[in-house]
């Protein structure tokens, strides 16, 4: 069974450019979760779709957006690039029920993003 | 709100060294506790969990147990080894959709 797919590995972009992450989910799994993750701050949750709903929302600014697709492909895009969105974008899928407390998520690999 | 807060890496061992690396959380509600780790150029894998008060969640020589007096999640191991450098994260879920990650400690371990 394949994993967590993320593409594409390594982007490096100049500010106020935009940029497009994609993230295919383990087959089967409906939930996606994106986190930012820096060396100063750990993981900072972004947002988590299942069935192309928005179901939480972490605390960045309006640039940062998700959607997600019928065959819970995920995508997220930054608008307006800063230097400080330099980060390791990183998508997880579960497959398991809304509700539920034990939560494991699948983690990709991430993508490694550079905004110069 | 809900938190992890874990202790500052890195830390640094010689091989066959007890670990330590110490994980608190607040939460309301009664959370599910996780460890994940990191290897260099990978995403987190799940190490093991614990899902109620008393848990001990235990995985490759790893060990943790979810102590609700002290809202602790202590992750243990007797002897580490080389291959266990990475970097570790706490975490927990209490429901919203959103698990809340530590800011990791880094671990090396020296031959």
């Known amino acids: 069974k394949a994993g967590v797919t993320q593409t594409p590995r390594y982007l490096i972009k100049t500010r106020g450019q935009q940029v497009t992450l994609s993230c295919s989910p383990i087959?089967?799994?409906?939930?996606v979760s994106w986190y930012q993750q820096t060396p100063g701050q750990g993981l900072q949750f972004l947002f988590e779709?299942?069935?192309?709903?928005?179901?939480n929302k972490g605390n960045f600014p309006g640039r940062f957006s998700g959607r997600q697709f019928s065959n819970s492909r995920s995508e997220m895009n930054v608008s307006t690039l800063e230097l400080g969105d330099s980060a390791l974008y990183l998508c997880?899928?579960?497959?398991?029920?809304?509700?539920?407390?034990?939560?494991?998520?699948?983690f990709g690999s991430g993508t490694q993003l550079s905004v110069l | 709100g809900d938190s992890v807060t874990q202790m500052e890496g890195p830390v640094t061992l010689s091989e066959e060294a007890f670990l330590t690396i110490n994980c608190t959380y607040t939460?309301?509600?009664?959370?599910?506790l996780f460890w994940y780790v990191q290897y260099p150029g990978e995403g987190l894998q799940l190490l093991l969990k614990?899902?109620?008060?008393?848990d001990k969640g235990s995985n490759k020589g790893f060990e943790a147990t979810y102590r609700k007096e002290t809202t602790s999640f202590h992750l243990e191991k007797g002897s580490v080894q080389v291959s266990d450098s990475a970097v570790y994260f706490c975490?927990?879920?209490?429901?919203?959709?959103?698990?809340?990650f530590g800011a990791g400690t880094r671990l090396f371990v020296k031959a």
């Open positions: 997880a899928s579960s497959s398991l029920p809304t509700g539920l407390t034990n939560e494991k998520l699948f």
């Open positions: 087959s089967g799994h409906r939930s």
């Open positions: 779709y299942f069935s192309e709903t928005q179901r």
């Open positions: 939460a309301t509600g009664y959370p599910s």
């Open positions: 614990a899902t109620k008060a008393d």
């Open positions: 975490a927990l879920y209490t429901g919203g959709f959103k698990t809340i």
